[in-house]
Nanobody, 115 residues
Framework: QVQLVESGGGLVQAGGSLRLSCAAS????????MGWYRQPPGKQRELVAS???????SYADSAKGRFAISRDNAKNTVYLQMNSLKTDDTAVYYC?????????WGQGTQVTVSS
C-alpha cells in the first residue's frame, strides 16, 4: 500500500510562486510516474505535469514555461515549482503515483491565487 502526502499549498497573489511537495511511502515499484493533477472549482481533474523515475517530464500547455516538476528518488518525493501564478491556477492540486501495479492519489492541497 502506498501513501502520498502533499504539502505546500496556500494563498498567493497573482504573479507569485508556490512550491508543492508530495512524499510517497510504502511499497513503491522502482519504475513509476509521479504527477500533479488539479481540479479547479466546478471542473474536472486535469493533468498538470508528470515525471518518470528516469526524469523524463511532461507538461500541460497551461503549465509550460511557468511550472517545473522535479523529484528526489532517494526521498520518494516529487515537487512542483509554480511561478507566475494566475487566478486560473486556483484549484485543489493532487499528487499521483502510477506504477505497473496500479496508481495512488494524495488527499489534495488547496492552491488559491488572488487577483
Amino acid at each position: 500500500q502506498v501513501q502520498l502526502v502533499e504539502s505546500g499549498g496556500g494563498l498567493v497573489q497573482a504573479g507569485g510562486s508556490l512550491r508543492l511537495s508530495c512524499a510517497a511511502s510504502g511499497s513503491i515499484f522502482s519504475f513509476n510516474v509521479m504527477g500533479w493533477y488539479r481540479q479547479p472549482p466546478g471542473k474536472q481533474r486535469e493533468l498538470v505535469a508528470s515525471i518518470t523515475s528516469f526524469g523524463s517530464t511532461s507538461y500541460a500547455d497551461s503549465a509550460k514555461g511557468r511550472f517545473a516538476i522535479s523529484r528526489d528518488n532517494a526521498k520518494n518525493t516529487v515537487y512542483l515549482q509554480m511561478n507566475s501564478l494566475k487566478t486560473d491556477d486556483t484549484a485543489v492540486y493532487y499528487c499521483n503515483l502510477n506504477t505497473p501495479r496500479g496508481e495512488s492519489w494524495g488527499q489534495g492541497t488547496q492552491v488559491t491565487v488572488s487577483s
